[in-house]
């Protein structure tokens, strides 16, 4: 599966494992610095993007770096390599800026990790350009149309974060994701895509 990888799908995939890596070694100076803080003297702007390659744990980093596979390497495919980055890092950058803006006004601030909010933005590029495509989730194994899977996870994720439901979960930092892939589809509606390096 790996051999059919395109190759900004390779290579964001193969960074998560490693940084996750380097996290048994370095977690305390990896978190300080790179983990998005959501305010004050500890956040800086690298952590926009830096955060995103960071796990809370094993299982965290499975599901996203699935997501990654599942949602990415077709877009990847359909858009090449630099336009599907580029709405990788918006989704990315966007899910932090939603999430900042959420954990101040609630004034939490505790440092956000994971790859979802870029993961969730590829499932609504995903579910935009491929609609019909079947998949199957793991809970419910039930197979529904893309489209169809992208709209109950994102009111799955307003629920859950309006009403504080799970927490210690970006909620809304998956929303925000989504809002920045949303966004990239509306920028290029009239720019079509080149498959380009």
């Known amino acids: 599966m790996l051999n059919n990888l395109e190759p900004v799908t390779r290579a964001v995939l193969f960074i ?34 830096t955060y995103a390659f960071l796990h809370g744990g094993f299982a965290h980093l499975a599901f996203n770096m699935l997501g990654l596979m599942v949602f990415g390497n077709d877009l990847e495919r359909l858009w090449g390599p630099r336009r599907f980055l580029i709405f990788y890092l918006a989704s990315v950058v966007s899910a932090a800026l939603t999430q900042i803006v959420v954990t101040q ?27 019909e495509r079947r998949i199957v ?50 920028l290029w509606r009239r720019k079509p895509a080149r498959r380009i390096g």
Do not use: D
């Open 16 to 49: 998560n494992i490693a940084v996750f890596l380097l996290q048994q070694v370095f977690f305390a100076s990896m978190m300080a610095n790179f983990a998005l803080w959501p305010g004050g003297a500890q956040f800086a702007p690298w952590q926009l993007v």
């Open 105 to 131: 006004a609630m004034g939490n601030y505790v440092p956000t990790v994971g790859a979802s909010g870029g993961i969730y933005g590829l499932l609504l590029g995903f579910a935009v350009k491929f609609p």
């Open 137 to 186: 989730p793991l809970i419910p194994p039930i197979p529904m149309p893309a489209r169809v899977y992208a709209f109950i996870f994102a009111g799955l994720e307003l629920l859950l974060g309006v009403t504080g439901t799970a927490s210690g979960v970006a909620h809304f930092a998956h929303l925000g994701g989504m809002l920045g892939g949303l966004v990239m589809l509306l």
